[in-house]
């Protein structure tokens, strides 16, 4: 039976480029020129320190255009609430979405019943895996899905006839 698996990977190499890439660009700014200005990858996290509220909202800016020519979606960047850090300066956690959460994946699982498609989705770990008679059918769910505004990047793998 024709099935394929909704799932949401982020490719941490690309990530980790993309951080590289926003290093330099932010060590060559005129404007971070002399200031105090991180960007610091560290596991799930990706840590932004700068001088005050408008440096770090320029950081942001610049590691979100790096991810974006790389190829990674913004979707997966869950913004922590900004902190004031040492010497009057400001920081800021971003959390790496990689995987689906059991919320996530049952909302995936509503949207595809909400659909009445002929095809029935089962949750597996961080995975949706959905079966139907139809490879029709299924390629109607992931355009389905690709339509609906969801908060993580969705990508559809593991495609079986």
Do not use: H
């Amino acid at each position: 039976m024709p099935s394929f698996d909704v799932v949401s990977e982020l490719n941490l190499q690309e990530v980790d480029n993309a951080i590289n890439q926003a290093r330099k660009e932010v060590a060559t700014r005129y404007d971070f020129r002399g200031s105090k200005a991180e960007i610091n990858l560290e596991k799930d996290e990706i840590k932004l320190v700068a001088e005050d509220e408008y440096k770090l909202k320029a950081l942001r800016e610049i590691l979100e255009s790096k991810m974006i020519k790389r190829g990674v979606s913004i979707k997966a960047l869950e913004y922590l609430k900004e902190e004031d850090g040492a010497m009057g300066g400001r920081k800021q956690t971003i959390k790496l979405i990689n995987g689906l959460s059991k919320e996530k994946a049952k909302e995936v699982v509503q949207i595809i019943k909400n659909g009445k498609f002929k095809a029935q989705p089962a949750i597996q770990d961080d995975v949706v895996r959905v079966t139907s008679k139809s490879i029709d059918e299924l390629q109607t769910v992931i355009a389905t899905l690709k339509n609906s505004n969801f908060t993580v990047p969705l990508q559809f793998t593991n495609m079986r006839s």
